[in-house]
């Protein structure tokens, strides 16, 4: 291994035959090339499918009404079915153990003002654990509090595009919107991963809004965050066990799927969760087949060296060079040629996924990468595989009889 004069025969060798070595190196570095870069953007893949879920609670169900398309239980069909506070109260406290966090929310389009700025915005009546539904980060202030809904306080936390929008200059809290004619004080500046859109809303007291308009207890949506100690298939049948109460409390077909609608999270991260290991599977056998053809374009190359090297070895062999020492000059010179490609491929992959970026978030591929575990696997697998390329052919052609050898054309 540590032979100087085995090591200058290998890099003789390289020199002289250069075709056949870059060649050798070429299809060991595109494989190691080309199964970084699909391994990486299937990660990129699996990057924007999990963001996709983590703009709002993972753990997340959602309902809505809206109008029956079923007559039942005496009543007719095409009937607008609304939620009120104790209907909030009455879905929370089904099953209490299984709620993480929970809000209603009353919504509604109004118009706001601030000195000469104004525009129109989703104001949400809300309950304070909104923070944690919505995945909200604090930029400044605070955020509403138990004390705000019970005194019907008129204080808002505003989005940072609101701000950006309205207030200009310097902190807007303390200072005062003029919502549909109502001021409110602005406590609190929030961010929020779903993007400019979810950051132009403007959070009030659900009591305070609900008081506005002419003292309704209507609620538009009830949000619940389910306890994350939940498995998926518990959390859905969390779910649907809601679904079906509601349903029973507001007179609706248990086959009415219009008036109660039910946005589950567990259900849509299963059915997400299934595709992303049906494409890291794909994405996988497609990286393993261009491995493995890597592998055998190698092994064909290095049989193809070793034949190349039938009367060399019968030389060698004439002046008494033992069998041991052919095959592990062979050996030798393919795990060199082996490391030194693999080397080659991983810095190209890994060059391309960075230069990549997030170039590519327009399809749906964001940040790719590739652990180090798996390209130093999928290195270690080459170059095991050198060797054996390497070993096959050359302990084959070891045991040839010089005589033979050198008849060889």
């Known amino acids: 291994m540590f032979d100087l004069d085995r090591w200058q025969e290998i890099f003789s060798s390289i020199r002289s035959n250069v075709l056949r070595t870059v060649l050798s190196g070429f299809t060991v570095a595109l494989g190691l ?209 809601l679904k079906n109460k509601l349903k029973s409390r507001k007179s609706v077909s248990p086959d009415d799927e219009n008036a109660i609608r039910i946005w589950n999270n567990a259900q849509n991260m299963n059915d997400t969760f299934a595709f992303m290991a049906v494409l890291t599977g794909i994405v996988g056998f497609i990286g393993m087949g261009t491995l493995l053809a890597g592998i055998i374009g190698i092994s064909n190359i290095m049989v193809y060296i070793v034949k190349e090297r039938t009367k060399e070895i019968g030389v060698r062999k004439a002046i008494g060079a033992k069998p041991g020492s052919i095959v592990g000059l062979i050996v030798q010179e393919s795990v060199v040629i082996t490391v030194v490609s693999g080397f080659v491929g991983v810095g190209l992959g890994v060059l391309a996924l960075n230069l990549i970026g997030d170039s590519l978030e327009e399809f749906f591929i964001i940040n790719p990468s590739v652990g180090w575990g798996i390209i130093i696997a999928a290195f270690i697998a080459l170059v095991f595989s050198g060797l054996i390329a390497g070993f096959v052919p050359a302990y084959r052609a070891s045991k040839i009889k010089p005589i033979e050898a050198l008849r060889t054309e």
């Open 33 to 241: 090339f080309i199964f970084i870069v699909l391994f990486g953007i299937g990660t990129g893949l699996q990057n924007a499918f999990t963001e996709g879920f983590t703009r709002d609670a993972q753990n997340l169900i959602s309902i809505f009404t809206g109008k029956t398309t079923i007559a039942y239980n005496g009543l007719q069909s095409d009937r607008e079915v609304t939620m009120n506070n104790s209907d909030y109260d009455f879905l929370v406290n089904a099953d209490k153990e299984k709620v993480g966090h929970a809000t209603p929310r009353y919504q509604s389009s109004l118009l706001v003002k601030y000195g000469k700025e104004s525009g129109t915005y989703q104001v949400n009546g809300a309950e304070p654990e909104e923070k944690f539904i919505e995945n909200r980060k604090l930029l400044d202030g605070r955020y509403l509090t138990p004390t705000d809904l019970e005194r019907k306080q008129n204080v808002a936390v505003i989005g940072r595009m609101v701000q950006r929008d309205l207030i200009k200059n310097g902190s807007p809290v303390g200072k005062e919107l003029n919502i549909n004619g109502t001021m409110f004080k602005v406590v609190g500046v929030f961010s929020d991963d779903g993007g400019d859109w979810d950051e132009r809303h403007i959070s009030v007291p659900i009591t305070t809004l609900q008081q506005m308009k002419k003292g309704s207890d209507t609620v538009s949506t009830v949000y619940i965050a389910y306890n994350d100690k939940l498995t998926p298939e518990q959390a859905i049948k969390y779910g649907d066990d």
